[in-house]
């Protein structure tokens, strides 16, 4: 079992920002770890993943605007998420392997 908790959710006016820290009970050293957002609604969607470093990977919605990292060092994933719109208002989730998944934390996006 991952135990996996996510912070960092909160209330931000467009084109603020936030940022999301997911920390696992197990060691997150070359596993697939990503971030996943579901809004009201709406299925729940890819917002970004990583495994090494040099190689994320966005949805297009959000390239350029967050920035998905990892801190081997204390098992901690990262989503920096600048320019917010409207639009990013969801519950984000953050995964381990695709197979274990925190509880997730609300962004609302709104003035």
């Known amino acids: 079992q991952v135990q996996l908790v996510e912070s960092g959710g909160g209330s931000v006016q467009p084109g603020g920002s936030l940022r999301l820290s997911c920390e696992a009970s197990?060691?997150?050293?070359?596993?697939?770890l990503a971030w996943y957002r579901q809004a009201p609604g709406k299925q729940r969607e890819l917002v970004a993943g990583i495994v090494h470093d040099d190689n994320p990977r966005y949805a297009d919605s959000v390239k350029g605007r967050f920035t998905i990292s990892r801190n081997n060092a204390n098992n901690t994933l990262y989503l920096q998420m600048n320019s917010l719109k409207f639009e990013d208002t969801a519950v984000y989730y953050c995964t381990w392997g695709s197979r274990y998944w925190g509880q997730g934390t609300q962004v609302t996006v709104s003035s």
């Open positions: 197990r060691s997150i050293s070359g596993i697939w």
